[in-house]
């Protein structure tokens, strides 16, 4: 008999046409035995809540939870972990669009590989459904991890939606702590600890991007032109940003919330110079030499353009200013 698989969704205000889509794509699925439990966060529009009433009424798969109350993104997804209870666990965002073979290409993998979890590759498509960057693995330069790497310590591995999990992360995860900022992440973290981790190079879903997408979806260029427009174009601004979207958003705050889940002694003390070393990056505000600390944390397969940018980013900031005006 099929291992049973909870795919969970976190919904708020979704557009109909991307929502309808995206849970008919997951009940499409060719590995049938799943259960899609939804936590809508309070929702003020009257038509995401119908909408989802409607599917849970007509399919057995799914279960509906409505909140009384905005708990915010975080904590309906630890609402939604709690409610998980399959030996394998999915998460799902409500705008994606699942290609039918996404759930049996992933069991199929973190079983064979006995590992903890496994993430996807996926294309990327803008509000049409078109296909505008067929690999977001080259795209976005993901890590690529098989097994255990300090990568999955250092930053996120994969996103939520491309990942599979196995029950013993699930519970290690729970409950959550206030350093938690990306449940990904930390799935990845305690993967990582545990059996490790492995990745499926194959595109399983369409990743959408639209013009509600805050940081996740877009590219560096974009998310510096959205900053300028609201904090202007000098140096003062420019290592705002660095500090706050770059350096701490996408990088410290991880490292802060794995220190507090980590069991094991050799990652507690990688956590401390890892830390540190992001906390004296924020101090520089020309250049930092200690370049040999980026490779020893921060290096890793599938990431030379990535490498590239974060270097100048960390390191020779004044550099980075330079791209920042243009």
Same mark, same amino acid.
């Given at each position: 008999m099929e291992d049973k698989i909870d795919i969970i969704l976190a919904t708020y205000n979704t557009k109909i046409e991307y929502l309808k889509k995206q849970i008919d794509s997951i009940l499409a699925q060719t590995y049938q035995n799943i259960e899609l439990i939804i936590s809508d966060d309070n929702s003020s529009e009257k038509e995401v809540r119908e909408t989802l009433k409607k599917y849970e009424e007509k399919d057995a798969r799914v279960k509906l939870y409505i909140q009384e109350k905005n708990i915010g993104y975080i904590k309906n997804f630890e609402f939604l972990l709690e409610k998980a209870e399959a030996e394998y666990i999915m998460f799902c965002d409500h705008d994606d669009i699942w290609y039918e073979n996404k759930v049996e290409e992933s069991i199929k993998k973190i079983k064979s590989e006995n590992v903890d979890l496994v993430y996807c590759n996926s294309t990327q498509i803008n509000e049409k459904d078109e296909v505008i960057k067929k690999d977001y693995f080259k795209y976005k330069n993901v890590p690529l991890i098989k097994g255990k790497n300090k990568l999955a310590i250092s930053r996120c591995i994969g996103i939520g939606c491309s990942q599979i999990i196995t029950k013993q992360v699930r519970d290690k995860m729970l409950p959550f702590t206030e350093e938690v900022m990306a449940?990904?992440?930390l799935a990845a973290f305690i993967a990582n600890?545990?059996?490790? +981790?492995?990745?499926? *190079? /194959?595109? &399983? @879903?369409g990743y959408r991007l639209h013009n509600t997408n805050v @940081?996740?979806?877009?590219? $560096? #260029? /974009?998310? &510096? #032109?959205?900053?300028? *427009? *609201?904090? !202007?174009?000098?140096? =003062?601004?420019? &290592?705002?940003?660095? =500090?706050?979207?770059? +350096?701490?958003? #996408?990088? $410290?705050? !991880? #490292?802060k919330m794995c220190k507090q889940y980590a069991t094991s002694d050799a990652d507690k003390v990688f956590l401390d110079k890892l830390i540190n070393y992001y906390e004296n990056l924020e101090k520089s505000k020309y250049i930092n030499l200690h370049i040999c600390k980026y490779f020893k944390f921060l290096a890793g397969k599938n990431l030379l353009k990535?490498?590239?940018?974060?270097?100048? +980013? @960390?390191? @020779?900031? +004044?550099? !980075?200013f330079l791209e920042f005006i243009k």
């Open positions: 449940h990904d992440w600890e545990n059996k490790g +981790i492995s990745y499926i *190079e /194959q595109p &399983l @879903f @940081f996740g979806g877009r590219n $560096l #260029a /974009q998310n &510096l #032109a959205r900053w300028k *427009e *609201e904090n !202007g174009k000098n140096y =003062k601004s420019y &290592l705002k940003y660095r =500090k706050e979207k770059v +350096i701490d958003k #996408a990088y $410290l705050d !991880g #490292a990535k490498t590239i940018k974060e270097i100048v +980013i @960390f390191h @020779f900031p +004044i550099i !980075g």
